[in-house]
């Protein structure tokens, strides 16, 4: 039997603590909890920022990553992770690890909350947004502004409707107008089709939906809970009121808070949807359950010691889930098993326990609603009564017998029968179970109604099965087929769709739920009814992507003994078209039906070549007799068959014909050409030649060559190649091709080919050609042109007489080749006239240098002359000529040098190779007109014209060139360079001339040369003795190669760059040259720095400086003398010449040479000029540093821009506090003067000057100086300004501590106390203390400040301090319940008081802590061990507290507790109980005990019992052998005992015959005759009176039988009387029923008319409803339900 004291479920899911989350992480700013799926917490682990997911439904498996984030949460119900950083949003999907949407916000986020699978909430401090995830693009959109109530509130949650148009924003502050409740609530309402806002004082709140009863939609609800000073209220109102229902009358309920919750007040609410329950949570862990609809309270209890601070709905048990401070995950929901039946019986409420039973289908309520039921219906309220059948939990009353009950029930006069005001209510309450949908459908259909069916249907308030769809089915089709497809009835829904035509549905549908109807069955009935739909879905079953759903042979057959040849076709086509080698016999049958009753059907399917798996020898010959010549030979294999097919070409199309010998085989094709030369050469030579011509480099053009020789087909042969030679490489293809040609007559084609081939073999056809003698011998001289046959090809005409074909191959065909054939004549003696006459009649362009050359061969060049100087004369500018003219004249010495220079048109090159072994001069003349460097360079070194060479490379300008003969290799170089110095360069006047030479020296590094070489035109007169730039480059290169001579330069010249010589010199180590020259054009500074930097001589510099007296001159000497640290006269140059613009190096090294003195006098200088805080700041210090504090004075007194502070700060470094106590006086810094005055002994002054400063570090040196001067009155003071800084006080009380100052520092925070600033941490340090140094005094404080002090730190100290009773005080007041009593327990001696250890004890969390007191007190305070237990009663497990006594055999220390729990009927207490009262004799106690409380193991007890040697003991045994139906046991027990009367009950409580008459024919067998009639009188109704009459007769009892026989003979005339009255009313009921039934209609009684459609026809309206307290609920609701139907029709 369920506990009925408890209407909740609650369960601990699982302790995060235990999963490794840390319990720093478990707050509501790091742990988010949006649904009873996901926890998120954030933590940081060993330094890593980590974002932790617990899935609830699988808690071991703890998902971490390593994530940084403000804010996680997950989505509530997908592994989808929203994440927060800064004003960045992402969302992650975590499975996919992909990447959902992210976006950067342009306000920060200061709580955000998943609303729906799709959108998240944001809320910032001005407005609220609503995300979409649903896309990846879109940006949040603002929904409303926050409410000004809500400016500086803390968020705690964001609510919606499910259609999001309420939404309403929650937020918590602290209360300033009213300080005697901390928290108040605030709360913004807004509803988005109005766009309206409205502020409502509240701490918690909730959307809900609920059906009521009479109410035609559901009405929207909100709810919100509020705690103020003055109470706690539960506000439940309607929001978007929908007509025509009722408005909902608003609930306002107290909420109750224990005494001890003060500042309790909701933080969260949800709403049951099924049970239609308010779960509120409080903050201090309380539960309320409300009824939604009422208002009215259920239950409330504590459920945590701790603040439940998340929550979200539990929606597998339609309750409430949330996490608590100590990490533990706790869930509320509803007991269904209980909560009705806690109502009835605790609260007392049967209309709230009908209402929630009717709800949510609760037990619990059956009988009352069973009696009601029974009531109503007897007293003729059949209305009443239909609804609470309707209303009744888990349709307890809506069946058949209930049906048929309303259908018998009389019609009230003017009103509906009560069987239609059933089915009203039921259709208006929802829903028709399937006996209702079947008795309400059988009416209607009958009337032919039946848009009342598909009505309620499509309103889904009938229950739909195959009955239904089987009645309906007989007035319309389609109908049944919804309601087959709504009951799930495959085979009737696929016999509807069959039907109906509706066949492409059939496949998916089964696919769909899952079921294989016999399609081959389903198919012939289509066929049969409907060939064409038939047709359809046979290719629909076999095209099924699953694979066929029938055999496709089956469905052949189907269409073929319908003969149905096109569609079986058409299916065939259809299902073949994958063409698998398992389907080959398919596509035989296919083409073999075709090809016998439709040729052409069947040639299309073989032309598509759609199959390749049939029968191809059957199908040939079917081909071939059906006269598909061209399909028989695509699938004839024998080269017999083929034959005798092929030699009919004309009946085939010649394109086919030729792609078909693609299919045979070489021998195959070679074969069937043969064959049809040989048969009918005329007909078939085209063909063959266009079958030879496409497969030529498959068969060979060889054999084919062969094939057409063989018949002498020269004709067949020339086409056969002409179609191949351009694109054959084969050298005898082509010639083949030239021979047919030739032999066809076809001379244009030879002509063509052997211009244009370049595969035959050029001898091979050059000599058939001659072999030939053709008229023409255009073609022979074509091969010999080409292949450079022209000495043959001359000697061939020249020997046949045929010279007029070598002016035609010279004019008309090559006149390239005129030189060879001028050779080739000259090579035949041929006579110079007609050489020339030759020569002299080609008119094209040929090489002349090949014509030259091959004159000059023969020694034959004058021959050419004449036509040479044609050439001339006709203006020819081709070089050739010209270079043959030079020759000549070179050879006949006919003034060359004169055409050497003169002539520009020949080439230089050739014509100066020609002269090189003839006259090196003109050689010489040749190369350097066309500027052949290289063999000019050549010819002139090999004949020692170096004076030539040395001209041209100054005129020529080539640094390339003069790089290749300035290179040390050169063997003439010095030659050369002789030659340039001495003629080239002082006959050169062009400065271009002289500038290239010059870097040509230069790049060759020869810097001696070059020396010589610009001394020659530099020194010495010359055009270019003033040229800036030489004696620049002269003066340079002496100063790299010839340092001596650079003095004698300096002082010779005049026109030179003066700074940037003297620059190089100095680089160069020539550091007097340099100054000569710097002297010598009165550059004095640079004269100077030579002088301090390169000579390094500031004595010589001092001299010059003496001597020129000029202030850039001493200002440079001064640096000087500053950087070798002559520090005074460096001073004194500075100020010669009065220059401070080095001031910050002069102060900075004088600083470090500490020469103050000396430094004032440059900086008295220096301010004389320049304003700058720099100097006036080091002037300042240097007063300082040499004691000339009235000077400083005086400084201090006239405007100065020192920085006096840095000034002051390093005189204090410098320990010159005299000087910082002026420089802090005079700009008022009291923070460092106080400092000071420490260090000059003036503590009083340093503490009124820090009292000035009034800042924290200048009080805490203050402080730290008066400490070690042990100045503790100045110390205190300084010390209490120091104190109100909480981050300060922990060093503060260290240094007192380091030195022992224990009694000063608790002054310090004792005086502390009193202060107006004075925090948490004064009197947590000075609790921390007291446990130290003072501990008599901890307690006091403790119970003072206990609200002041920070308890955790304090807790530490106390336990290190072992000040145990102060250490469980804190834990207390800490609510660390657990921590208290382990304390207590374990330092008993000290900490433990018996009071309060129950106190404590009743509210610990950790049930552990209850066993561990039971044996703390058991073993040192066992009398006090029931007073303990009496508090724990119902908190400990108390199977496991006597469990753990019987162990140690303690049971009866804890007598009165079992007494005090048997009342929970507990086996294990029961057990012990039962065992304490054996063990003490006591049988009485026993018994009742075993009677009242059954739960323990009773026949382990009764076998126990049964052998203890006191009776009573034993007749308990029998007792409860008897309770567990063990009669044989008990009743043996009892004999043995001869406890006769017992036994006697025992068998009559048996109910058994057989037990009875065994006991009975015992008492005859032992002869106990009394007993024998008390059984007879006891288990009358058992014995059977033909067993009795035969013992008693047979063992002579009938004195002791007599009674019970007389009885029996009375109880059977009284049953026989009773039977026949029975039977006599029955019948008469049944005459009377056959008659009424014979007269009238069951359902409509004296009416024609259908009443449910069409009304009753009369105006009076029913009576009203009347519930069980006999309310008018009329009056109540506002209107009367209408049945669905009634009137409307």
């Not at 939990?393 to 029930?409: C, N, W, Y």
């Not at 035609?808 to 007609?834: A, H, K, M, W």
């Not at 469980?1368 to 921590?1379: G, T």
Request: aromatic share 8%; hydrophobic share 40%; glycine share 4%.
């Amino acid at each position: 039997m369920a506990d009925t004291s408890k209407p909740i479920s609650f369960c601990e899911h699982l302790q995060l603590s235990s999963l490794g989350v840390q319990p720093g992480s478990i707050s509501f700013q790091s742990l988010t909890l949006e649904s009873d799926h996901f926890i998120c917490v954030r933590e940081t682990v060993n330094g890593q920022n980590q974002v932790v997911i617990i899935d609830l439904a699988d808690a071991n498996n703890v998902l971490r990553r390593p994530i940084s984030a403000d804010s996680a949460i997950m989505h509530p119900s997908k592994k989808i992770l929203a994440l927060k950083a800064g004003r960045t949003l992402q969302v992650f999907n975590i499975e996919t690890k992909q990447k959902v949407k992210s976006h950067i916000n342009n306000e920060d986020v200061v709580f955000w909350k998943w609303l729906s699978e799709s959108t998240l909430g944001l809320v910032t401090d001005t407005s609220v947004y609503h995300w979409s995830i649903t896309d990846q693009t879109s940006a949040p959109q603002k929904v409303f502004d926050r409410h000004p109530t809500l400016n500086g509130a803390q968020i705690i949650n964001y609510r919606a409707t499910p259609d999001e148009k309420w939404l309403v924003l929650i937020g918590i502050t602290g209360n300033a107008t009213n300080p005697s409740f901390k928290v108040k609530g605030a709360m913004q309402l807004y509803n988005r089709d109005r766009g309206v806002s409205q502020p409502i004082e509240g701490h918690a709140a909730s959307f809900a939906e609920l059906k009521i009863d009479g109410h035609q939609h559901v009405t929207k609800l909100f709810t919100f809970a509020v705690r103020t000073a003055a109470g706690a209220k539960l506000h439940v109102v309607e929001i978007d009121h929908t007509a025509p229902n009722p408005p909902f009358v608003k609930k306002a309920v107290d909420v109750y808070f224990p005494p001890e919750a003060t500042n309790d007040f909701p933080v969260a609410i949800q709403v049951s949807k099924k049970h239609g329950i308010i779960f509120l949570v409080t903050k201090y862990g309380f539960i309320h359950l409300y009824d939604l609809e009422t208002g009215a309270c259920v239950y409330m209890n504590r459920i945590s010691g701790d603040t439940i601070f998340v929550t979200a709905e539990l929606e597998a048990a339609h309750g409430i889930i949330g996490v608590n401070k100590k990490g533990q995950v706790l869930s509320v929901s509803v007991d269904e098993q209980t909560i009705v039946p806690y109502i009835l019986t605790t609260l007392n409420n049967t209309e709230l326990a009908f209402k929630l039973a009717s709800r949510a289908n609760l037990p619990g309520a059956d009988d009352l609603y069973v009696k009601q039921f029974q009531q109503l219906f007897a007293a003729g309220q059949f209305s009443e009564a239909a609804k609470v059948a309707a209303n009744s939990p888990r349709g307890i009353l809506r069946t058949a017998q209930v049906i048929e009950s309303f259908k018998q029930a009389p019609t009230p006069q003017g009103s509906l029968s009560p069987i239609l005001q059933y089915f009203g209510i039921l259709l208006e309450k929802g829903e028709l179970n399937h006996f209702e949908s079947l008795e309400l459908a059988r009416p209607v259909l009958q009337q032919g109604r039946k848009q009342l069916l598909e009505k309620w249907l499509k309103e889904n308030k009938l229950t739909c099965s195959e009955e239904l769809g089987d009645i309906v089915r007989l007035h319309d089709m389609t109908l049944a087929l919804s309601v087959y497809l709504r009951a799930n009835v495959p085979n009737k829904v696929i016999a509807c769709f069959a039907e109906t035509g509706q066949t492409e549905k059939i496949v998916l549908y089964a696919k769909k739920v899952g079921y294989t109807p016999d399609y081959v069955s389903l198919l012939q009935h289509i066929m049969r009814t409907n060939p064409e739909k038939g047709a359809e879905f046979a290719t629909q079953l076999a095209n099924d992507e699953s694979g066929p759903l029938v055999d496709v042979e089956r469905v052949v057959d189907i269409f073929m003994s319908q003969n149905m040849i096109q569609p079986a076709t058409s299916f065939l086509l259809d299902a073949l078209k994958d063409n698998k080698p398992e389907q080959g016999h398919l596509q035989t049958r296919l083409l073999e039906m075709n090809l016998v009753h439709a040729p052409q059907v069947a040639d299309a399917i073989l032309g598509n070549e759609m199959f390749t798996h049939y029968d191809r020898p059957r199908i040939a010959n079917l081909c071939e007799k059906a006269g598909l010549l061209q399909r028989a030979l695509e699938h004839y294999e024998d080269l017999a068959d083929i034959k005798r097919a092929i030699v009919h070409a004309s009946g085939l199309q010649p394109d086919w014909l030729v792609n078909y010998f693609s299919r045979l085989t070489t021998e195959q094709s070679m074969a069937c050409m043969y064959e049809m030369l040989r048969v009918n050469i005329r007909q078939n030579l085209q063909v063959v030649i266009q079958i030879a011509t496409k497969y030529s480099d498959i068969l060979g053009p060889v054999k084919l060559i062969e094939m057409f020789e063989s018949f002498k087909s020269f004709e067949g042969l020339y086409y056969y190649l002409g179609s191949i030679v351009n694109l054959s490489e084969d050298p005898e293809v082509h010639f083949k091709y030239v021979q047919a040609a030739t032999r066809t007559g076809q001379i244009r084609e030879v002509e063509r080919i052997c211009r244009e081939s370049n595969y035959y073999n050029p001898e091979k056809v050059k000599n058939f050609l001659k072999e030939a003698k053709l008229q023409d011998q255009l073609p022979l001289i074509i091969v010999c042109d080409r292949f450079d046959f022209v000495h043959d090809l001359v000697l061939y005409l020249y020997q046949n007489g045929l010279i007029k074909f070598i002016e035609v191959y010279v004019q008309r065909v090559n006149s390239f080749r005129t030189p060879q054939v001028i050779g080739g004549l000259l090579d035949v003696d041929c006579d110079e006239t007609t050489v020339k006459s030759l020569l002299a009649s080609v008119t094209g362009n040929f090489p002349i240098d090949e014509l030259v050359a091959e004159v000059e061969q023969r020694n034959r060049l004058k021959l050419i002359l004449p036509w040479l100087e044609s050439r001339v004369q006709a203006d020819s500018q081709d070089p050739a000529v010209y270079n043959a003219l030079a020759k000549i004249y070179i050879d006949s010495n006919n003034n060359p040098e004169a055409f050497l220079k003169e002539n520009h048109l020949y080439e230089p090159h050739v014509v100066g190779k020609f002269c090189e072994a003839r006259d090196p001069y003109l050689a010489y003349i040749a190369y350097a007109k066309g500027f052949c460097d290289e063999e000019l360079i050549a010819i002139t070194n090999e004949n020692s014209m170096f004076k030539q060479q040395a001209r041209y490379l100054v005129k020529r300008r080539q640094p390339e060139l003069w790089a290749q003969v300035l290179v040390p290799d050169n063997i003439h170089r010095r030659s050369l360079i002789d030659q340039i110095i001495a003629t080239a360069l002082p006959e050169c006047t062009d400065p271009d001339d002289v500038s290239v030479t010059v870097k040509a020296f230069l790049s060759a590094d020869l810097p001696l040369e070059l020396i010589e070489l610009l001394e020659k035109i530099v020194i010495e007169p010359s055009p270019f003795s003033d040229n800036r730039n030489l004696q620049n480059l002269l003066l340079l290169t002496a100063i790299r190669a010839n340092k001596g001579k650079v003095v004698g330069y300096i002082n010779k010249l005049q026109n030179y760059d003066s700074g940037e010589i003297a620059k190089i010199a100095t680089e160069h180590g020539l550091y007097e040259e340099a100054f000569t020259i710097y002297k010598k054009y009165e550059q004095h500074v640079m004269a100077m720095n030579v002088l301090v930097e390169h000579v390094v001589s500031i004595d010589r510099g001092l001299e010059y400086a003496t001597k020129v007296n000029k202030p850039e001159v001493w200002s440079r000497l001064g640096k000087a003398q500053l950087d070798g640290l002559r520090i005074k006269d460096a001073i004194d140059s500075y100020i010669k010449a009065d220059d401070p613009s080095n001031f910050a190096e002069v102060i900075e090294i004088a600083g470090h040479a500490g020469k103050h003195d000396d430094l004032v006098r440059f900086l008295q200088m220096a301010r004389k000029h320049l304003r700058e805080p720099k100097i006036d700041t080091e002037l300042a210090y240097a007063y300082a540093k040499t004691d000339r504090l009235h000077d400083m004075e005086d400084f201090l007194g006239m405007t100065n821009v020192a920085d006096i502070l840095e000034v002051g700060e390093k005189c204090f470094e410098d320990e010159l506090y005299q000087a910082a106590r002026l420089l802090f006086t005079s700009i008022s810094n009291w923070a460092r003067l106080a400092t000071t005055l420490i260090y000059l002994g003036e503590n009083q002054a340093a503490v009124e000057s820090a009292r000035k400063a009034g800042n924290t570090q200048v009080w805490k040196q203050v402080h730290a100086a008066c400490i070690e001067k042990s100045e503790f009155r100045l110390a205190q003071i300084c010390g209490l300004n120091i104190v109100v800084h909480a981050e300060e006080l922990p060093a503060l009380v260290q240094s007192y501590e380091r030195r022992g100052h224990f009694d000063e520092v608790l002054a310090l925070l004792e005086a502390a106390l009193s202060l107006e600033r004075a925090h948490m941490g004064i009197f947590t340090e000075l609790s921390i203390l007291y446990s130290k140094y003072r501990p008599g005094k901890l307690m006091e404080h403790l119970k003072l400040f206990v609200s002041r002090i920070n308890i955790p730190k304090v807790i530490k100290a106390t336990e290190k301090a072992h000040l145990w009773p102060e250490l469980v005080f804190l834990y207390m007041k800490y609510d660390e319940f657990d921590n208290a009593a382990l304390a207590m327990i374990e330092r008993s001696p000290d900490a433990w008081e018996h009071n309060q250890f129950k106190d404590v004890i009743v509210r610990v969390a950790n049930v552990e802590i209850y066993y561990k007191a039971l044996t703390f007190y058991l073993q040192e305070q066992p009398t006090l061990l029931n007073d303990l237990l009496s508090v724990m009663i119902p908190r400990v497990d108390h199977a496991r507290v006597v469990r753990m006594f019987r162990q140690i055999d303690h049971i009866p220390l804890i007598r009165s507790y079992l007494i005090a729990v048997q009342h929970l009927n507990i086996e294990a207490v029961n057990d012990a109980y039962n065992d304490l009262l054996i063990e003490e004799e006591d049988y009485k106690t026993l018994r009742d005990s075993i009677d009242s409380f059954d739960n323990f193991n009773n026949i382990a007890l009764a076998q126990r019992l049964e052998k203890h040697e006191l009776l009573e003991f034993r007749r308990l045994a029998a007792h409860l052998y008897k309770k567990n139906a063990r009669w044989e046991e008990s009743i043996s027990l009892s004999k043995q005992d001869k406890l006769y009367k017992d036994a006697i009950v025992t068998a009559a409580t048996s109910a058994s015959t057989e037990v009875a008459e065994d006991l009975l024919s015992y008492f005859v067998v032992i002869g106990n005759k009394e007993c024998y009639a008390a059984t007879l009188f006891v288990c009358f109704d058992l014995l059977r009176p033909d067993v009795v009459e035969e013992l008693s007769w047979q063992h002579g009892l009938n004195d002791f039988y007599m009674p019970y026989k007389i009885q029996v003979s009375r109880t059977m005339r009284e049953r026989l009387a009773a039977l026949e009255k029975e039977v006599r009313e029955r019948s008469k009921k049944e005459i009377a029923k056959e008659e009424q039934e014979a007269e009238q209609p069951i359902i409509n009684p004296g009416i024609n008319r259908l009443l449910i459609t069409q009304g009753n026809g009369y105006p009076s309206q029913a009576p009203p409803m009347v519930n069980g307290t006999g309310m008018n609920v009329g009056m109540g609701v506002g209107m009367m339900p209408a049945m669905t139907g009634f009137g409307g029709f």
